[in-house]
């Protein structure tokens, strides 16, 4: 295995800034809100390009950023990204949908489903090749929401948990290939999502850097702000974390295919 740093994304250092510093990243949801503080995060941690993908057209100033527009729901506008990107180090699935509902409308449920888990992961198969070529890095933004439902937004929730258990499945499966999988686990974000719950949100800014951490660390589960922070050693030292331990290692323990 190369240990070459154009192939290890994980390095230590004081500041961490290494880690990022030249890496090609692509972050959907990018127009707004936390994708747009991923976005903002990368450049000041160096990294060379940072694929901004949104359903709108955007522009940035800094030439780092090439735009495209990318429904996570379109098949065809993720063939055209993949088209686009010659190569990855590291994608972030960051696109969401929050909508109100309680659970007595399907399409509603779908939407959520279609969105926070097909579009996780139609956009993580679609860059697969590239991110097995540089041994790369996925970083599904998931939910605490995922570990416990919020009553208020029930299909939000479910799709959440759905999209965390793929997070877990593909961890276990692409281990071989050398691509490192993360959990983003945060609690609410002062985003348009959340904006009108009358709870504390922490700022988008803060929880961008804490996932950038997350990821520089190693972290499997990176929980990138106060109120999810007090859940992270808990839960790295919970009976859920073990078996998803144990269960990774039925897939570990399989030959490889010729």
């Known amino acids: ?3 070459n740093s154009s192939t290890n994304i994980t390095k230590t250092g004081l500041d961490g800034s290494t880690a990022i510093a030249g890496r090609t990243v692509l972050v959907t949801g990018a127009n707004r809100g936390l994708g747009q503080a991923l976005v903002e995060e990368a450049l000041r941690r160096g990294a060379a390009r940072v694929y901004a993908g949104a359903r709108q057209p955007l522009t940035h100033p800094d030439e780092r950023v090439p735009h495209m527009i990318m429904d996570v729901t379109n098949p065809a506008q993720i063939q055209a990204a993949v088209e686009r990107v010659e190569s990855l180090d590291i994608l972030i699935n960051n696109a969401g949908v929050s909508l109100p509902d309680d659970l007595s409308d399907r399409g509603a449920l779908e939407r959520h489903l279609a969105v926070n888990l097909f579009g996780t992961w139609g ?3 679609a860059f697969l090749s590239s991110l097995t070529r540089s041994r790369g890095a996925v970083v599904n933004v998931v939910s605490v929401g995922a570990l416990a439902a919020v009553p208020v937004l029930p299909a939000y929730s479910i799709s959440k948990a759905a999209s965390f258990s793929l997070t877990q499945s593909l961890r276990a499966l692409l281990a071989r290939e050398g691509v490192r999988v993360h959990a983003v686990l945060p609690g609410p974000i ?10 504390p949100k922490a700022p988008p800014e803060s929880v961008a850097r804490g996932i950038f951490d997350g990821v520089e660390n190693g972290d499997e589960e990176i929980f990138p702000d106060p109120m999810s922070a007090t859940m992270a050693e808990r839960w790295r030292a919970g009976v859920a974390k073990e078996l998803e331990r144990q269960n990774a290692a039925l897939v570990q323990a399989e030959p490889l295919a010729a």
Not at 190 to 199: A, E, K, Y
């Open 1 to 3: 295995m190369s240990t």
């Open 123 to 125: 956009v993580t198969e």
């Open 190 to 199: 002062d985003t348009d999502m959340v904006r009108d719950l009358p709870i």
